[in-house]
T-cell receptor, first 109, second 112 residues
Framework: RKEVEQDPGPFNVPEGATVAFNCTYS??????FFWYRQDCRKEPKLLMS???SGNEDGRFTAQLNRASQYISLLIRDSKLSDSATYLC??????????FGSGTRLLVRP | EPEVTQTPSHQVTQMGQEVILRCVPI?????FYWYRQILGQKVEFLVS????????KSEIFDDQFSVERPDGSNFTLKIRSTKLEDSAMYFC??????????FGQGTRLTVV
């Protein structure tokens, strides 16, 4: 079983749409969780950390459910510039990051 | 804004040759990492480094790989005898205590 599992997509949505990505992780000892964004052939860039209480940053909302080992990301009012691959990431006590394979988002005009 | 910098951006090497990939982590960070991403695949952890020693390494990080922090600013990854399957994007990252990891722009290694 993959340590961090994501739907690869692509999700093809019109501008202005709301889109949700889900992710599951297998290691119950994982201590931290993140969403990173990766553009084609570029480095992963931190989008936001994910907390059990949920957190919001502008159009982006992330949620963690430890009981279900499930992480989500909601993007509201999609922009063309949101087109990228979204990486679900878990971290352990040694700060090592485990990446999912990513979910590709295409936002069309 | 502070950033992680990597050099070179692209390295082409012949199979069997040694390569050294260089990174300058963010200056007040304490944890340093190397990850790699084979084209079309996910980002994979190679090694973490803290307090001048390796704190964890993956199965990928075999005897052909080594890391070093030769001075107060640089963090290097050496591959002793490159193989075709070492071709990938190599990302350096750094983090502080209880802070998120930030990645460099990567070095694309092509082994021919």
């Amino acid at each position: 079983r993959k340590e961090v599992e994501q739907d690869p997509g692509p999700f093809n949505v019109p501008e202005g749409a709301t889109v949700a990505f889900n992710c599951t992780y297998s290691n119950s000892a994982s201590q931290s969780f993140f969403w990173y964004r990766q553009d084609c052939r570029k480095e992963p860039k931190l989008l936001m950390s994910v907390y059990s209480s949920g957190n919001e940053d502008g159009r982006f909302t992330a949620q963690l459910n430890r009981a279900s080992q499930y992480i989500s990301l909601l993007i509201r009012d999609s922009k063309l510039s949101d087109s990228a691959t979204y990486l679900c990431v878990s971290g352990d006590s040694s700060y090592k990051l485990i990446f999912g394979s990513g979910t590709r988002l295409l936002v069309r005009p | 804004e502070p950033e992680v910098t990597q050099t070179p951006s692209h390295q082409v090497t012949q199979m069997g040759q040694e390569v050294i990939l260089r990174c300058v982590p963010i200056s007040n960070h304490l944890y340093f990492y190397w990850y790699r991403q084979i084209l079309g695949q996910k980002v994979e952890f190679l090694v973490s480094f803290y307090n001048n020693e390796i704190s964890e390494k993956s199965e990928i990080f075999d005897d052909q790989f080594s890391v070093e922090r030769p001075d107060g600013s640089n963090f290097t990854l050496k591959i002793r005898s490159t193989k075709l399957e070492d071709s990938a994007m190599y990302f350096c990252a750094s983090s502080g205590v209880n802070t998120e990891a930030f990645f460099g722009q990567g070095t694309r290694l092509t082994v021919v």
